[in-house]
């Protein structure tokens, strides 16, 4: 009995968190009122920070993409933060402002101390009153930053998000894949957000706050992208969605680099959720619909794992241990192992596919097999994540070792 009650607990939890959800915001974007559309005003003064640690693949196109973006109002200024590379990045830099002595800034922080460090160092050098911060290796849209800047023309307005897509031409492993489609569902989901009063967190690529809500922190932030917007919710601001404002990725995607890239993500989202649990409490009346979105989209998701967990146990039990289990159980039971079994058939195309030819993964692995194989490579990420937090939570950073010889590779392949 008790087993059958975690089961569909646990099942509706699941549900909730990955399909749910979506239909929850539908219903309070009725609720909530749209802000009317500003008249035309100049946009506010920026200053774009781009952090960069060993980044010299990239770095001369990241340049040259910068030097062609679009803002109208002349206040505007590009700090370029490394983060002491041990690579060509910062000489690279250095004879590039040669060409352009006066387009750019690059400040040397000498000792590699993470992305959010940088930043902190940006917005203290940074004159004007909104900051983007932008990854070096993606590629924005000529006007993504004026599609940003419109944001803070509404006052309420304290941080802003872009809008992430893959390349097509840049789809052509099965992770990549899904991790397009992923994107694609979230990007949905930042939509439905900020269309019911504010998005909970920012896409890393590229994002832009008010530099006075800025609060800065000596310890290592791991997800920046998460850690400020609720700095700024704290505060009674929003966090808007600039659906124009795109960004690409430069770099494609492996299964390895993927799997420390979601165990990093999930060590961020712990350690910001730690730091800021009474956004969590619903007990203030303004705060009441953030603490839904927060929940929903960040701590029941990593909780994933474990209701998967108990979701399988419990189905096993019930199959096994009643003599004649209700037709529910055996649905249940039976399709858990279609799930698995599609998830191992996509781990053991995308296995074959290494052996063949990378370009191949595309065909080996089709969305019935990749879709179910990355969802479980994120949960399995989070889990492992949760259980290194104790230990290492704090002190984790990003395998650049790992993502530079695969980014590599992958340049060989092409």
Not at 136 to 163: R, T
Not at 295 to 301: A, N, Y
Not at 347 to 355: E, K, M, T, V
């Amino acid at each position: 009995m008790y087993s059958y009650s975690f089961l569909l607990l646990s099942l509706l939890l699941l549900i909730y968190t990955y399909i749910g959800y979506t239909p929850l915001l539908s219903l309070l974007k009725r609720f909530h009122k749209q802000p009317q559309k500003s008249v035309k005003a100049p946009l506010p003064s920026m200053t774009l920070i781009i952090p960069l640690y060993n980044e010299e693949s990239v770095v001369v196109e990241k340049v040259i993409n910068t030097l062609t973006l679009h803002y109208t109002n002349h206040q505007f200024e590009i700090l370029f933060i490394d983060d002491g590379s041990n690579d060509s990045s910062l000489a690279l830099l250095q004879q590039l402002s040669q060409h352009y002595p006066t387009a750019f800034k690059i400040i040397s922080m000498g000792k590699n101390g993470g992305k959010y460090r940088a930043i902190c160092k940006g917005v203290a050098l940074a004159q004007h009153e909104i900051v983007a911060v932008a990854d070096c290796s993606s590629i924005l849209d000529q006007f993504a930053l004026e599609e940003i800047g419109k944001c803070f023309l509404n006052p309420k307005v304290g941080a802003a998000s872009s809008h992430y897509k893959i390349p097509l031409h840049k789809m052509e492993n099965s992770i990549t894949q899904a991790e397009s489609d992923y994107f694609c569902y979230e990007n949905s989901l930042k939509k439905l957000e900020h269309e019911s009063g504010s998005l909970i967190v920012v896409q890393g690529a590229l994002y832009a706050f008010r530099k006075n809500l800025f609060i800065a922190k000596e310890k290592r932030i791991i997800n920046d992208d998460l850690y400020i917007p609720c700095q700024i919710l704290e505060q009674g601001y929003s966090v808007a969605y600039a659906e124009k404002a795109f960004v690409y990725e430069k770099n494609r995607t492996t299964e390895s680099a993927e799997f420390f890239k979601r165990v990093r993500i999930a060590t961020g989202n712990i350690q910001c959720l730690m730091d800021h649990p009474f956004l969590l409490l619903p007990t203030h009346a303004g705060r009441r619909i953030t603490a839904i979105k927060l929940t929903t989209h960040k701590l029941l998701r990593l909780c994933s794992p474990l209701l998967l967990l108990i979701a399988y146990t419990t189905s096993v039990l019930c199959f096994f241990k009643v003599e004649h289990p209700p037709l529910t159980i055996v649905v249940i039971f039976f399709l858990q192992h279609l799930f698995y079994l599609l998830a191992l058939l996509g781990l053991l195309g995308l296995l074959l596919g290494h052996f063949i030819n990378k370009r191949h993964l595309k065909l080996i692995g089709g969305k019935f097999f990749y879709r179910p194989y990355y969802f479980t490579l994120c949960n399995a990420a989070i889990f492992w994540a949760i259980l290194k937090y104790p230990f290492t939570g704090r002190m984790i950073s990003w395998n650049y070792a790992l993502l530079k010889s695969e980014h590599e590779q992958n340049l060989r392949i092409s």
